[in-house]
């Protein structure tokens, strides 16, 4: 329970840090970065546009840049199949480094804030659970930065934190990318199954990668 509620502290902060830069800057970064103004700024920088999306969706890490309308507007100027590559690359290089931050950097306040036991605890616990958090997330506000930044205090294993990012991002970066494209609004069953689907691939994951593991060799750490 203590270390339950240790974590929770840390997600409830974080949290509230993005929710603070929502109330101050939100509408502002909404009324520049949107899916239509993004699409108009993308046609006119076409040659180069994918790179600027992918430095977006980098910031969108430390500002509340929306991420979706900006994968909207890829899919709307390269079509689905490459908007959905570069929203995911965006999307996944942001997560990473989000990941990277907090398990290099990190590494001394988890210890301030927990025993090495408690920490060996914390890793388990998202071993066993980050990759449906970090899939749950991916098409959610706020969640995707904060749950990224919690495996890397976890120091969750790289193997399987880089696996269920990939898996919860490329379909909801399909799913936007999309619905940019037909100009459609998103819809609730397109957001279920962007979910859905890799909530469903992830244990079968978990098994190959399990039978796949040799007696004495682990994931890397």
């Known amino acids: 329970m203590r270390l339950f509620l240790k974590v929770l502290a840390i997600a409830v902060a974080l949290a509230g840090l993005c929710f603070a830069g929502f109330a101050l800057w939100g509408d502002a970064f909404e009324r520049v ?20 999306a992918i430095g977006l969706l980098l910031g969108d890490l430390f500002l509340p ?6 994968m909207a507007a890829l899919g709307s100027v390269y079509g689905p199949v490459v908007g959905t590559v570069v929203g995911a690359a965006g999307s996944v290089l942001a997560a990473m480094v989000g990941y990277g931050l907090a398990r290099l950097g990190g590494k001394r306040l988890a210890r301030l804030m927990a025993s090495e036991e408690e920490l060996e605890r914390f890793q388990a616990l998202f071993d066993r659970w980050g990759g449906f958090a970090i899939i749950f997330s991916r098409v959610l506000p706020i969640l995707p930065e904060v749950v990224a930044i919690l495996a890397g205090l976890a120091r969750m294993r790289f193997g399987r934190f880089a696996a269920a990012l990939v898996l919860g ?53």
């Open 33 to 52: 970065f949107n899916q239509e103004e993004c699409r108009r700024w993308f046609e006119e920088i076409r040659t180069y546009a994918w790179a600027v």
């Open 65 to 70: 840049i929306p991420a979706t309308g900006i």
């Open 169 to 221: 991002t490329v379909p909801t970066a399909f799913l936007f990318a999309y619905l940019g494209h037909v100009s459609r609004e998103q819809p609730w069953y397109g957001l279920i199954a962007a979910v859905a689907i890799p909530m469903l691939l992830w244990p079968i994951f978990l098994h190959f990668l399990g039978r796949k593991a040799a007696p004495g060799r682990g994931e890397a750490r």
